[in-house]
């Protein structure tokens, strides 16, 4: 069975497409800047600063192991702190109201052991 050309065109400029914007995506994701990170707030042309720097931070900088110390050079003073975690609001994830968190939980002695982003 023979495929029309019109369809094989379409398919292929679907691929085309749907490949585009992925790269797009990829490549307007900014680079973590710890200085943007603690001195953001919240406005309509950035709502998602800090969620779209997320990979950047993970990709450049090994989390575990740090202390609070360390933790708080980086990232700023956190949004709320419990006795072993600090979370730090993400912003909007650009999945429709779904707003983000990053939770970074410590040992007894101060040293971070895991961290999570939370999707709400």
């Known amino acids: 069975m023979?495929?029309?050309k019109i369809i094989k065109?379409?398919?292929s400029i679907l691929i085309i497409l749907v490949v585009g914007i992925y790269i797009s995506n990829r490549l307007a994701e900014p680079n973590f800047d710890s200085d943007k990170w603690k001195n953001w707030t919240e406005?309509?042309?950035e709502m998602s600063l800090r969620w779209d720097m997320m990979r950047s931070?993970?990709?450049n900088h090994e989390?575990?192991?740090m202390n609070?110390?360390?933790i708080i050079e980086l990232l700023g003073t956190p949004d709320s702190e419990l006795k072993s975690t600090f979370?730090?609001?993400?912003g909007y994830s650009k999945r429709g109201i779904n707003q983000g968190y990053l939770d970074i939980v410590f040992d007894?002695?101060?040293i971070v052991v895991d961290y999570s982003v939370t999707d709400t």
Do not use: D, F, M, R
């Open 108 to 110: 007894e002695n101060g």
């Open 63 to 65: 989390l575990k192991g």
């Open 87 to 90: 979370t730090y609001y993400l």
């Open 2 to 4: 023979k495929i029309p």
């Open 57 to 59: 931070l993970g990709k």
């Open 68 to 70: 609070k110390a360390k």
């Open 9 to 11: 065109y379409g398919i």
């Open 43 to 45: 406005t309509e042309s």
